[in-house]
């Protein structure tokens, strides 16, 4: 066979390749050219941008002088009995925020110490809930230091106007135009100052938490803001609250909250409980349980309350010095059975502590005490249906011998109704020369007394009996008396030998007993009071009567 001829093979396709080139090559251009416009206009639109916020920003820093002048005058014109001064702020209109740096509020009628230092408080939209097509803010208060002294409260106390009608929801909306529906104070403290300013009472490192503050109004006792709450009080203790609120329920805020307080020193609370007739020293306390409190109920259910390690003393005093005490028992007696208020308390330990009370009364003043104290009360609460509280008490009387008592107490508007036993023994007299210089103008060197009461008090009334018994009682004492004057020695040493003829042969002992019954005195008396009053009546009615009795007949046979 011949090899095919070279007509029949098939042309070469270069050209059409060259031509498919040439295509791409043309796109290629078309699509470079248009990239480098593209890119020419985008930086041209970005220098505008940029030219705009440069605009805005410099803009801004000449708006925040003027608007923090704007501010604070609008804030003073809404704000009655305080003053507000901004030093400094800061408008941020992207994030359509405000700052404001140094916030100084004082009150005006005592402008030192101001009521607030807030170094940074700063509001702004609350972009969560902006999501959620809620237009609302977010404020958040940096280490704000409160202040409050006795004359800035007594001022606060007398004004006409509430402290809830004296702007501050208005001044909030001079400073941000958004309701607040999230408020943070972080690392904040608040002191008050009463007449001691070295024992302030003082709570740091103060933590709160309140959201979803704008909701709709809710049902009755429905609370739909969670709030929490820490922080450290007086140096030393610890208290947390944790719950629900309802901001918008009306006239007032509701709040149903858990608490916890854990080793709270009471000392600081010495110069205000002054003003009841109350004495306190050293002393912590602890105890936790519920408060509810709202419009349509209060309620104050706490579970347990432990004080430990204090010493207590209900000061009976004239009656010039008791009008603060008059304005506490006047508020109990108001509390008492008031259908919308309960407070109810289940348990109340005082452990280790120095009960007492002082009669300032007589001259000289004398103190009625038990050491090494344990008490416990149950049940304890303002409204009679509760049933009654009941407590045990045990400890040392004036420090030596033993004492135990037993009571049942229910409130009442009228008086206090309570049934009491007591039982004393053992307790060397010589811890009683103070009632001893009181009473019967002598001291004793010697013996030993015991006591057995049982006092009922209802509708002011008080009914019952008190039963001394004295053993080895030595009032005479050479040692001890040497340099009293001599008719002082001859006093004493008469009713030395009136006691031993009241001995009871066989037991060496005297006895006696005496009636307690009447009126209690002022029906509004609280039962501090009462119990001081009947006290003083026991001794001068059970104790020493046998001695001056003795004393009288002895005389007349002389």
């Not at 404020?139 to 004296?166: C, G, T």
């Not at 002393?283 to 209060?298: C, D, N, Q, W």
């Not at 008592?405 to 009228?414: D, G, N, Q």
């Not at 001890?480 to 040493?493: S, V």
Request: aromatic share 8%; proline share 6%; no cysteine.
């Amino acid at each position: 066979m011949s090899a095919p001829s070279a007509e029949r093979r098939e042309p070469p396709k270069e050209p059409a390749r060259r031509h498919v080139h040439k295509k791409h090559d043309t796109f290629r251009g078309k699509v470079g050219h248009a990239a480098f416009h593209f890119s020419k206009h985008t930086g041209q639109l970005l220098l505008i941008v940029l030219a705009i916020v440069l605009l805005i920003v410099i803009a801004s820093l000449f708006v925040d002088e003027p608007m923090r002048r704007a501010m604070e005058k609008n804030i003073n014109q809404r704000l009655t009995g305080y003053t507000a001064h901004i030093q400094d702020l800061d408008f941020n209109i992207f994030g359509f925020s405000v700052v404001l740096n140094n916030v100084t509020l004082i009150q005006d009628a005592n402008p030192t110490p101001p009521v607030a230092l807030i170094p940074r408080v700063k509001a702004s939209v609350q972009w969560s809930e902006l999501l959620k097509l809620k237009l609302v803010s977010d404020w958040k208060f940096d280490q704000p230091q409160i202040y409050m002294n006795l004359p800035q409260l007594r001022k606060e106390a007398s004004d006409e106007i509430p402290v809830n009608k004296r702007g501050w929801q208005e001044a909030a909306f001079a400073v941000y135009p958004l309701k607040i529906n999230l408020l943070q104070v972080n690392d904040g403290s608040f002191t008050y100052i009463d007449k001691d300013p070295k024992r302030p009472l003082k709570v740091t490192h103060l933590f709160f938490r309140a959201n979803n503050i704008r909701n709709i109004r809710s049902k009755e006792r429905v609370y739909p803001s969670p709030i929490h709450a820490e922080g450290i009080i007086f140096d030393h203790g610890r208290g947390e609250i944790d719950g629900h609120a309802n901001f918008l329920a009306e006239p007032h805020v509701g709040f149903n909250t858990l608490f916890t307080l854990d080793e709270v020193p009471l000392d600081y609370f010495r110069p205000m409980l002054q003003r009841a007739n109350m004495s306190i020293r050293d002393g912590f306390l602890s105890s936790h349980g519920r408060v509810e409190y709202a419009p349509t109920i209060k309620v104050a259910h706490i579970e347990d309350v432990l004080i430990d390690r204090v010493r207590f003393d209900y000061i009976h005093s004239a009656p010039r010095e008791t009008e603060s005490a008059k304005k506490v028992t006047k508020a109990v007696d108001k509390a008492s059975n008031e259908p919308g208020l309960l407070v109810k308390l289940d348990q109340f330990h005082v452990k280790n502590s120095d009960l007492g009370i002082v009669n300032q009364m007589k001259n000289p003043p004398y103190r009625i005490f038990i050491s090494g104290a344990n008490l416990a009360v149950t049940n304890l609460s303002n409204h009679f249906e509760q049933g009654p509280a009941r407590a045990t008490l045990t400890g040392r009387f004036m420090g030596s011998g033993t004492a135990s008592a037993l009571a049942s107490y229910r409130p009442e508007k009228a008086s206090p109704d309570l049934d009491l036993d007591i039982k004393i023994e053992g307790t060397q007299m010589t811890a009683l020369n103070d009632v001893w210089r009181t009473y019967a103008k002598l001291d004793v060197a010697g013996g030993l007394m015991s006591v057995f009461s049982q006092v009922r008090i209802k509708n002011g009334y008080i009914n019952g009996y008190v039963k001394p018994i004295f053993k080895d009682v030595n009032i005479y004492d050479k040692s001890q008396d040497k340099n009293k004057p001599f008719f002082k020695k001859l006093y004493e040493g008469v009713v030395e030998g009136v006691s031993k003829l009241l001995k009871n042969r066989k037991k060496d002992q005297v006895a006696t007993v005496a009636q307690i019954s009447g009126p209690v005195g002022n029906p509004n008396s609280s039962i501090w009071q009462i119990l001081g009053k009947a006290i003083e009546n026991a001794f001068v009615k059970a104790i020493l009567p046998g001695f001056e009795r003795e004393i009288n007949v002895f005389r007349k046979k002389g």
